[in-house]
């Protein structure tokens, strides 16, 4: 496969959607972001990097950390995570809460921000020293470390984050909170606040890919079978609303978050990383996702 000819072509082909959408705007770092970056890098199970565009410069990771944080939690609780949160589509807005509500507290899924909220507060719970090992873990997964919490970006999203923090004591309310909310609102904007580049990305996700070795990193050991079920719930779960569409476009488990970059993993061959800030209304970006379509349609690889 040539994958370098065919990153080359999807960066032609996605020209016509480079000034669709745009940046997220409520948190307010996020808009200092130059909009016209794109960088996609792809490392396979076989050894080999491929990237193009701006692949060195590190951007806000956002919810492609619920994936991380649900690896770490999932490693140490087990299949005891299952009574605080689901493994369902919710089919709403990453941030929303109304379903919350109607459901007593407990999130449909780990990849919406109720769900991460409640993984937060576990590894809180759990970890003695949950900063310091999230960052070892992230380190250790993309062999890099100098990853680093960006302050900056997660006191500019506690000062807007009003949403959250309704979501985050709504969670409390019915007992699906068992620290202080204000301490699970920083631990949660902190792990969203993470700066990585493409190919840091496309590396931290490859051992997601892998069915053959053991996934092991930084304290956090999951095994082939729990790695397989991370895999289902980002298939049905990475999009929020739009999982349906990405899954039919793309077909990859993946995550979005809203700094515009876009995880995948093709299982038994390939991890990939794509990063365009400019986001359609669902808060994915757009040439992300119409790069990764590109992608799977021509390497006529996919889940499917
Ligand atoms: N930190 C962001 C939030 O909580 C993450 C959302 C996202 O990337 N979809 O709103």
Not at 28 to 55: F, R, S
């Amino acid at each position: 496969m040539d994958y370098n000819q065919i990153l080359q072509e999807i960066y032609e082909e996605i020209q016509p959607y480079a000034s669709m959408g745009a940046p997220a705007s409520y948190i307010p770092e996020l808009q200092k972001v130059n909009p016209d970056h794109y960088g996609i890098c792809l490392h396979t199970l076989k050894g080999k990097e491929y990237a193009m565009g701006d692949c060195d410069e590190r951007f806000s990771i956002q919810s492609i950390s619920k994936v991380l944080v649900l690896a770490m939690g999932f490693s140490r609780l087990g299949n005891q995570l299952w009574k605080r949160i689901g493994v369902e589509p919710s089919g709403n807005a990453f941030n929303s809460i109304f379903q919350l509500e109607m459901e007593k507290g407990i999130p449909r899924n780990p990849l919406i921000n109720a769900g991460a909220l409640v993984m937060t507060d576990i590894l809180i719970s759990t970890l003695s020293h949950p900063e310091e090992e999230y960052l070892t873990f992230v380190r250790e997964l993309c062999g890099c470390d100098d990853i680093q919490y960006n302050e900056h970006m997660a006191t500019s999203e506690r000062e807007t984050g009003f949403l959250n923090a309704a979501i985050v004591n709504m969670l409390k309310y019915h007992g699906n909170i068992k620290n202080d909310v204000e301490e699970v609102l920083r631990f949660y904007f902190l792990q969203c606040s993470i700066g990585m580049n493409c190919r840091e990305l496309s590396r931290a996700f490859l051992p997601f890919a892998d069915h053959t070795h053991p996934f092991s990193f930084g304290g956090t050991t999951l095994t082939t079978s729990q790695v397989k079920r991370i895999n289902a719930i980002m298939q049905t779960c990475g999009f929020y609303d739009e999982a349906g569409e990405f899954s039919y476009l793309v077909g990859l488990p993946g995550k979005s978050g809203v700094g515009g970059g876009i995880a995948a993993v093709c299982p038994r061959k390939y991890a990939v990383a794509v990063w365009s800030p400019r986001l359609n209304a669902k808060g994915n970006s757009v040439m992300g996702m119409k790069a990764l379509e590109l992608l799977t349609t021509k390497t006529a690889i996919s889940i499917f």
